[in-house]
């Protein structure tokens, strides 16, 4: 089976592949030509999600699946949320301790640093990851959309911990555990994580529908 993945995120690729192995061949926007930066103007994640698939389905006829994942910190009601990859970006503060220049969207130390000063006083660290999966599929000759949901819960350390991952996986401590995603690798955040968990619903209907 072959599927596009509405993404060139390379660590989400290799991630993606991971958990697939050879079950089913992930394709990626570059491998199929696509070079357009997808809007993603959602209020939810499930809207962001359903957008890139349905662009990649509408313009290249071809079974889709896109994701978009919030981290979702409890004490900051919830976010950042939709906006966890641009985080650092959109902050307006101007105190000594905010860069005068605004880092550029998906730059994981400076969302992690803002994150962290945020929480710099809060007690409560509790946060989850949450992915949300939106598969475009033709079935019968007509388009069926499904969504796919995965959630970690945890805490937000006070410092990076670990080398491995991408994000805001040094500064995330999932429940059960002593170890950041960082320092767990791959090998396990792949059968415990957020995505795994919403990949996992996705290979089983893929390989049972």
Do not use: W
Not at 35 to 51: F, H, K, R, Y
Not at 119 to 124: A, M, P
Not at 190 to 200: D, E, G, L, Y
Request: aromatic share 8%.
């Amino acid at each position: 089976m072959r599927i596009v993945f509405a993404t060139n995120n390379k660590n989400k690729l290799k991630e993606i592949r991971e958990i697939l192995g050879d079950r089913v061949e992930v394709l990626s926007l570059k491998d199929i030509g696509c070079d357009v930066d997808i809007p993603e103007t959602g209020a939810t994640l499930e809207e962001n999600a359903l957008q890139k698939a349905q662009y990649i389905y509408d313009h290249y006829h071809m079974n889709v699946f896109a994701d978009d994942t919030g981290l979702e910190v409890e004490a900051l009601n919830g976010a950042p949320g939709i906006y966890s990859a641009r985080y650092a970006s959109m902050e307006t503060s101007t105190s000594s301790n905010t860069s005068s220049t605004r880092p550029a969207s998906h730059d994981s130390e400076a969302n992690m640093a803002r994150l962290l000063r945020e929480l710099e006083d809060e007690s409560n660290r509790k946060a989850r990851f949450r992915t949300v999966i939106a598969l475009i599929m033709e079935e019968e000759g007509k388009p069926k959309t499904v969504l796919f949901e995965g959630i970690v819960e945890g805490k937000i350390i006070r410092e990076r911990r670990g080398g491995e991952g991408f994000g805001y996986d040094p500064i995330f401590q999932p429940t059960g555990y002593d170890n950041t995603f960082a320092e767990l690798g791959l090998s396990v955040k792949n059968k415990i994580s957020h995505r795994a968990r919403a990949v996992n619903k996705l290979t089983h209907y893929l390989l049972n529908t």
